[in-house]
């Protein structure tokens, strides 16, 4: 039996502002439970949702030594669907409405405070990992403390460590000497073969060089973090990682997506009868935002972070443009205020073909993934992406750029060989995706046989973490 566990700052059901917070919350389960023991051990934010914040065990609290004060440690316990959560209190550093702020400084101080805190609370749990699964910068000191507390206590040596990089835009920097002093690491971590990059210290740089083994979130993003354009100025330290790296395709939890079970759909259905029963859920979704209703309008949607990262300035480009055809655009996401307004602009100029719902639910996403015929999401870079997989379990068929796990997980369709899953252009350039959604607008309405065929291979991929799961449980072996 192997014990893991798994640091994050954010899980489903608890707290969530991406897909970090999906695969943490739904991989553990899927491990082969007379192998694994695997727990998860999260910040607890006074932002956690009530009904569960409620639920949660005092197990124990302890002081610790951090930034120049003995700081208070609590630990909570909760255990949901056969995991183990574990959640560490201060109310100085959690007390918060959301788990990352806008000061960048400040969440440094208080993720390393979480890193340090998760290795301390180890003895007192009872739970002695041997292997610490970490993910993204706000867990990257973890490797490194680790490291660290050799010197002090046999207890943590043998214990390993992996680093999953969900989004390597993300790094955590701030000044050496500042970091330095706050995490009360000695100078000898602050050279540039371990935590400093670019005269700052980095938290992910310092989990990428002191873990044993690194992994990101998709096949094509493991190598594509290697070259300059995404590599986000690391690319020389993926590089020089490269034995040790390696990409596992997220999945999604089937249970929570499915369109013969969801709860927010007005209709259910299933790959036998979504022919009659899908277009349904565009008719009372069409009502519901106010869209002209028609069963035979091509509906779009798109779920997301309004970010750089996914592409819409591309999308603000063509937008006019888009608009003149006979489609409808359903949005659902919150994020820079440009793209905000960029939406809430074009429902104003385009009331019957653009929604704009610029707000975070949960209820109007599954609505989305179970109405609409197409997903736009033509980003940049995706480390992974969950959207087009949602989609693509709802029968949704995606629009996406060949990026990372966008390329991975959706095979573009080819009208020759009657194969593919969705719809794909490779180049960043507004008219090339926009060309693309012409296409997909043209086989929609003048092969929908065809379409339908696309539909039917799209429901039928399987995106669970059957496969995955496997792929981390050979990596925790051989660690
Ligand atoms: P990222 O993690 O980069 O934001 P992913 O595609 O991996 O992108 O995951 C995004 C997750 O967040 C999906 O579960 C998606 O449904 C959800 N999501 C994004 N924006 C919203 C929103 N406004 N309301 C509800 N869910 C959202
Ligand atoms: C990040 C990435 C996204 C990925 C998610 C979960 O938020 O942006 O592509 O799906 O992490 O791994």
Redesign the pocket.
Known sequence: MKNILFAASEAVPFI????????VGSLPKNFNKEEFDVRVILPKYACIKQDWADKLEYVTNFSMEYNWKSRYVGIFKYELDGITYYFIDNEEYFKVDKPYSSDGRWDIERFAYFSKAVLSALPVIDFRPDIIHCHDWQTGLIPVYLDYFHFFSEYYCGIKTMMTI??LKFQGTYGTAEVRNLTGLPDYYFTHDKLEAYNDANLLKGGIVYANRVTTVSNTYANEIKMPFYGERLDGLMNARSAELSGIV?G?DYDEYNPETDAFLARNYSVENFRKEKVKNKVALQEELGLPVNPKTMMIGV???LTD??GFDLVAHVMDELCQDDIQMVV???GDEKYENMFRHFAWKYPEKVSA?I????A??HKI?GSCDAFL?PSLF?????????SLRFGTLPIVRETGGLKDTVEPYNEYEKTGTGFSFANYNAHEMMYTVRYAEAIYYSKKRDWNKIVERAMTQDFSWKTSAKQYEELYKNL
């Open positions: 969530k502002t991406g897909g970090l917070a999906d695969v969900h989004n997220n999604i779920v997301s972070r990262q996914k659902l996401g919150t719902n707000y975070y639910s949960e109007m996403s993934y999401m995706e480390p992974c992406g969950l959207s087009q997989l949602m």
